[in-house]
């Protein structure tokens, strides 16, 4: 017995010296060969970052037009001069990925605020079984909570999630046919598999004609989105370790909710699909939202059609204003613990075709004794007479929901009112005592363009308030529904 006891203490000690030896002498060209991304941890601690930014591909993603290419974060940081900040950006990084750079930063680091993108298609199994996730678990093996020399075993064995790109198509459609979808009101679906068929052969139609782009795209929204999120999804214990670790460090913890084109969701799909990204939206608020030093910004609906890079499929790749858009609503939130160096209003150039007035901060209660309120006003002669339709959005709280209430787009010809478009709230929006985000369509035509004058605006004849923070109206061409 002694003798099976020593050589067990031997082997303990042995292995013991044989972690310490990789740990001391080859771990960190390992990690440098096989999870590289620790460089970007390595890198704010160097720079001695007070905020670090963590996101994937939408931090720096960029259009050629843009007249300011930089990231959302260099966007962020430029409302707080003189502090030290830094990004760690990786494609394809989702909350897995986010915690792992985010504890390899030394505890005794300057970092006091942490900035986590939180993605929505990253709680969607599109994402969770991606053709990429493989390569991206390979990565995080030598970050794990293990004893160096562990984790350098568990990877030359190939001990983590591989599946081949067959078998991540296989789950991904598994998920579409069991994982059932729920609505308050009758729904001819119960899983994205149907809804997704249904839509493909109901088709888009475009000018009277089936319009094959839009109806892929129109599909693509139904299997990215069409998915609801619950206490098991893999993203949600990811994302609570992440504010577990920023309890444990003392950081300030912002959760960075991106926007999603709820223009095209809505206008190819409908109210259903933004039932559901509401639905969504809504959980993690209310998950993440209600924590003592966490706070999650909600910029789903703020992002609009023509700020989006890709046509024909579901990112939150931006263009220039896009990014900023999101920006100054993360920077409003830093602001909290940097008050005194907040710089509020930093001016950038507007597209054409594009209005919008955001108040920041602030907002505008609209009721009865001040029926009208936000407007934008602007002339039909400004806009590209190539464009079709305006995408009008709105954020709004509702104390109450009203019929009389609605987004109102009025055109004046020589001082006289020649057209009316009345979109009643109720039909974009029924939360109450909440921010929500409206958005509607409505095509333009020689009308429009016959015009002198567009008025825009939020009307409430109502006693009960409505307060809104911001109005963005942009017009546009499909082009991508056409060039095919």
């Given amino acids: 017995m002694k003798k099976l ?15 310490w030896i990789y740990g001391k ?3 960190k ?13 390595w890198q704010v601690t160097n720079d001695s970052c007070v905020v670090v930014y963590t996101g994937e591909s939408s931090n720096h993603t960029f259009s050629w037009k843009d007249k300011d290419q930089r990231k ?32 390899n930063i030394p505890e005794d680091s300057p970092v006091k ?8 298609r990253s709680f969607g199994y599109g994402w969770i079984e991606s053709d990429l996730e493989t390569a991206v678990q390979k990565q995080l093996v030598l970050l794990k909570d293990y004893p160096p020399f562990f984790n350098r075993f568990m990877l030359a064995f190939k001990a983590y999630d591989i599946k081949s790109i067959d078998e991540r198509g296989d789950a991904r459609e598994w998920h579409r046919k069991h994982d059932k979808i729920t609505f308050p009101y009758p729904f001819k679906y119960d899983n994205v598999d149907d809804w997704d068929y249904a839509n493909a052969h109901q088709g888009v ?53 991106l926007a999603e084109n709820v223009d095209r969701a809505n206008e190819l799909v409908g109210s259903d699909i933004l039932y559901i990204i509401r639905q969504n939206r809504d959980y993690l608020l209310n998950r993440y939202g209600n924590i003592e030093n966490v706070t999650v910004v909600d910029n789903i609906g703020d992002v609009r059609n023509g700020l989006f890079i890709d046509k024909n499929w ?33 001016a950038y150039d507007i597209p054409k075709n594009h209005y919008r007035k955001d108040l920041g901060f602030d907002s505008l209660t609209v009721c009865s004794a001040m029926p009208y309120g936000l407007t934008i006003k602007g002339r039909p002669a400004d806009i590209d007479s ?15 929901n009203s019929a009389a209430s609605a987004i109102v787009m009025e055109l004046y010809k020589n001082g006289a009112k020649t057209h009316f478009s009345n979109l009643p709230l109720n039909d974009m929006t029924d939360a109450t005592g909440m921010w929500d985000f409206t958005t509607s369509v409505l095509p333009i035509d020689s009308t429009f363009f016959d015009a002198n004058e567009f008025r825009i605006f939020l009307y409430n004849p109502t006693d009960s308030p409505i307060h809104i923070k911001s109005l963005d109206v942009s017009f546009e061409y499909d082009d991508y529904a056409r060039a095919k």
């Fill in 386 to 400: 190539n464009c079709e339709k305006v995408y009008i959005s709105s954020r709004i709280w509702k104390e109450e």
């Fill in 205 to 257: 139609i475009l000018d009277g004609k089936w319009n094959q782009p839009l109806t892929e795209l129109a599909c693509h929204y139904i299997k990215t989105y069409g998915f609801q999120i619950h206490e098991n999804n893999p993203r949600i214990k990811d994302f609570d370790n992440i504010v577990k670790l920023a309890k444990e460090r003392g950081w300030h913890l912002i959760f960075n909710l």
């Fill in 72 to 103: 959302i974060s260099d966007f962020i940081f430029d409302h707080f001069p003189g502090l030290r900040c830094g990004d760690m950006t990786k494609d394809a990084s989702h909350a897995e990925v986010y915690y792992y750079l985010l504890e």
């Fill in 113 to 120: 605020t942490v900035i986590v993108t939180m993605n929505l």
């Fill in 25 to 27: 002498f080859f771990f």
């Fill in 314 to 346: 579901t990112t939150e790749h931006y263009s220039e204003m896009g990014r900023r858009t999101i920006a100054n609503h993360v920077a409003q939130a830093v602001s909290n613990y940097y008050p005194d160096i907040y710089v509020e209003n930093i």
């Fill in 29 to 41: 060209d390992d990690l440098l060969k096989h999870s590289d991304e620790v460089e970007l941890a």
């Fill in 5 to 19: 006891i020593y050589k067990f203490a031997l082997l303990a000690a042995l292995l013991v010296l044989m972690n």
